[in-house]
C-alpha cells in the first residue's frame, strides 16, 4: 500500500467537527490542546472552534490532529497535497515548518484575506460539465473573470468581481457548461482580487523559518515540489494564482506510485475529485470519529 494525503480547504466545515475525536482520542486531544494554548483560545470548545473567524486555524488543527493518528498507524506517506488552506496542513504534517508557527501564519493569512475581500468584494461559481480550456477562453475575454480552480476535468471555479462572474457565468452556459453554481464565499481566493492578501502575507512570510519538507509536497499552484527556497513565494503566489488540483492528483499517482489517498480534513470534496480523476485508487475520507474507526478497521489498523 503507498498512501498518499489529501488536506481539505474551506467550504466543507460543519458544526461541532472534531468534538467526537477531541473526546475519544489522546493524540487529537494533545494536537488541540497544543493549539489553544498557541493561539490563547479555548479550541476545545466547539462554539470557539466552530467561530467562522477561527475556520482556517480549526481546519489546520483539525486536519494535524487527524494526521498525527493516522502517521502512528500507517507507512510513511509516499507525497501530499492539500486544497488551498489545506496546503499549511500538508505542510505542517510534513514538518516544513513547526504546527505552532503554521497556526499563527494561518490565522494572520485569514486576516489578510478578510482585509482584501473588504477592499475588493467578489465572488466565485463552480462551471460543471465543461472543458476547463473553454473557461479560460471565455473568463480571458471578460474584465474581473478568472479561472480560480482546476478541480477535474468537468468541474473548473471561476471567481472575481460580481460583475465579472455574472457575465462569465452567462456566457458559459451559452458556450454548453451544463450548469453554474454560485458559491458562498466572502471573498473570491485565488485571483488578482487577493493581491492585499498576497502581500501582506509576503511581508509576514519574511518572519517564518521553513524547511524542506519530510515528505513530498505538491503544490497547487506550481504543480512542483514545495522546498525550503520556494516555500515562501509560493504560498504568497497561490493567492492570486489558480489551484490546479487535478494535475496534483496526477503528479502524486504517475511519479510516487500513490494507490491509497486518504483525505484529512472536513468533508470528502477531494475525495469525490479524485474519483472522478483516478479509476484505479482507493480514496478515503476522515472527519469525524466514526470514519476513522471505519478506516482503521477497513486497513486493519484497529488499536
Same mark, same amino acid.
Not at 502512528?72 to 516544513?96: N, R, T
Not at 499563527?104 to 489578510?112: A, G, W
Given at each position: ?55 482556517? /486555524? ?76 473553454? /473557461? ?20 473548473? /471555479? ?94 502524486? /499517482? ?50
Amino acid at each position: 500500500m503507498k498512501i498518499g494525503y489529501l488536506f481539505s480547504g474551506q467550504g466543507q466545515q460543519f458544526p461541532g467537527m472534531g468534538s467526537d475525536l477531541y473526546q475519544n482520542n489522546d493524540t487529537y486531544r494533545n494536537v488541540v490542546d497544543t493549539a489553544s494554548r498557541t493561539l490563547n483560545l479555548d479550541l476545545s470548545d466547539p462554539k470557539v472552534f466552530d467561530d467562522p473567524e477561527n475556520t482556517q /486555524v480549526a481546519i489546520l488543527t483539525m486536519s494535524y490532529g487527524i494526521y498525527r493518528i493516522l502517521a502512528d498507524q500507517l507507512p510513511k506517506a509516499q507525497a501530499m497535497m492539500g486544497l488551498s488552506l489545506g496546503e499549511y496542513s500538508a505542510l505542517v504534517s510534513a514538518k516544513a515548518l513547526s504546527f505552532q508557527s503554521g497556526l499563527k501564519l494561518v490565522r494572520d493569512r485569514s486576516h489578510y484575506m478578510d482585509e482584501a475581500g473588504k477592499q475588493n468584494p467578489g465572488s466565485m461559481a463552480a462551471v460543471l460539465k465543461i472543458d476547463p480550456d473553454v /473557461v479560460v477562453d471565455v473568463t480571458s475575454k471578460i474584465d474581473g473573470a478568472y479561472p480560480a480552480n482546476f478541480n477535474t476535468s468537468e468541474q473548473t /471555479v471561476i471567481g472575481g468581481t460580481k460583475a465579472g462572474v455574472e457575465k462569465a457565468s452567462a456566457v458559459l452556459k451559452e458556450r454548453g457548461a451544463k450548469r453554474v453554481v454560485p458559491l458562498k464565499v466572502a471573498v473570491s481566493s485565488h485571483t488578482p482580487l487577493m493581491q492585499l492578501a498576497s502581500d501582506l502575507l509576503a511581508k509576514r512570510m519574511e518572519n517564518v523559518t521553513f524547511k524542506t519538507p519530510t515528505i513530498p509536497v505538491i503544490s497547487n499552484t506550481d504543480v512542483g515540489l514545495f522546498n525550503e527556497n520556494n516555500l515562501a513565494d509560493t504560498l504568497t503566489r497561490q493567492l492570486v494564482n489558480p489551484t490546479h488540483f487535478r494535475e496534483d492528483l496526477e503528479l502524486m /499517482v504517475n511519479n510516487y506510485g500513490v494507490d491509497t489517498l486518504i483525505e484529512i480534513g472536513p468533508g470528502n470534496t477531494l475525495t469525490k475529485f479524485v474519483k472522478k480523476t483516478l479509476k484505479d485508487v482507493n480514496a478515503y475520507s476522515v472527519d469525524s470519529l466514526k470514519k476513522l474507526t471505519d478506516l482503521q478497521e477497513k486497513l486493519g489498523l484497529e488499536d
